[in-house]
């Protein structure tokens, strides 16, 4: 695995940590809301972006948008379930663009399904891909 692999890892990986120190507090606090979406954006993103480096590394070819990096992913049997994962997109473009206060909360709400599975995939990816 290549330097940048391997910080890829230590980003995802302190990203969560985060992502879980916001979902700990489990409040009504707008700023604590706003806090775990932005977090959650972050982990998103560099969560797709790590596994754009694998495939790359694996000498595979893919578009370099989320959508077909979280298909390939898929294919690839490092993600269990491709609808939870495009549903995770889908609602990071919806904060990303856009702030309505009941979209935040629902989203918030979901985030806390949403961690779990991001964890267990970067434990999983974490121990295939650096042991």
Known sequence: MNQMSEDSFDNVGN????????????TDDSLVIDATIQRFEF???L????????ILEEKQNVEPFPKP??????????IDNEKLWLDMLDDR???SHTYKQQLAHDIYN?????????????DRLHAKFHP
């Not at 979280?70 to 490092?78: D, E, L, S, T, V």
């Open 47 to 54: 969560m797709w972006k790590l596994f754009r480096r694998l």
């Open 15 to 26: 990203a969560l940590r985060r992502l879980n120190e916001a979902l700990l507090r489990s």
């Open 69 to 78: 990096v979280m298909q390939k992913a898929y294919a690839a049997g490092w």
């Open 43 to 45: 982990c998103i993103e």
């Open 110 to 122: 979901r985030i806390k399904t949403y961690y779990p599975m991001m964890q267990t995939t970067y």
């Open 93 to 95: 473009n919806k904060t």
